[in-house]
Nanobody, 120 residues
Framework: QVQIVESGGGLVQPGGSLRLSCAAS????????MGWYRQAPGKQRELVAT???????NYADSVKGRFTISRDNAKNTVYLQMNSLKPEDTAVYYC??????????????WGQGTQVTVSS
């Protein structure tokens, strides 16, 4: 079983910055990719950014140039540096990881989410 724990959310003023962290733990053999998604009230969950074990990244158009995803493979941890935050970035941010556990079974796991609120 794989556990995902996010941290780093909070309240920030427009134009400010936050850094989210996400750690995966458990009987992990390898993680193919990790990513961040977000869900605002009344909206569907949407992709924010993903990163593969090889370092390839993908970003939503709405965050390109403002957000940076990075990863520490040794710690099974992914980070999301969010700069120039806007009120429309307000949402619950969820971390996702998928890969393979010891024994060969593939997994896909979500964290519980962390609230990011951008408001003056």
């Amino acid at each position: 079983q794989v556990q995902i724990v996010e941290s780093g959310g909070g309240l920030v003023q427009p134009g400010g910055s936050l850094r989210l962290s996400c750690a995966a733990s458990g009987s992990i053999f390898s993680i193919y990719a990790m990513g961040w998604y977000r869900q605002a009230p009344g909206k569907q969950r949407e992709l924010v950014a993903t990163i593969t074990s090889g370092g390839s990244t993908n970003y939503a158009d709405s965050v390109k140039g403002r957000f940076t995803i990075s990863r520490d493979n040794a710690k099974n941890t992914v980070y999301l540096q969010m700069n120039s935050l806007k009120p429309e970035d307000t949402a619950v941010y969820y971390c996702n990881a998928h890969g393979e556990v010891v024994g060969g079974t593939r997994f896909g796991s979500w964290g519980q989410g962390t609230q990011v609120t951008v408001s003056s």
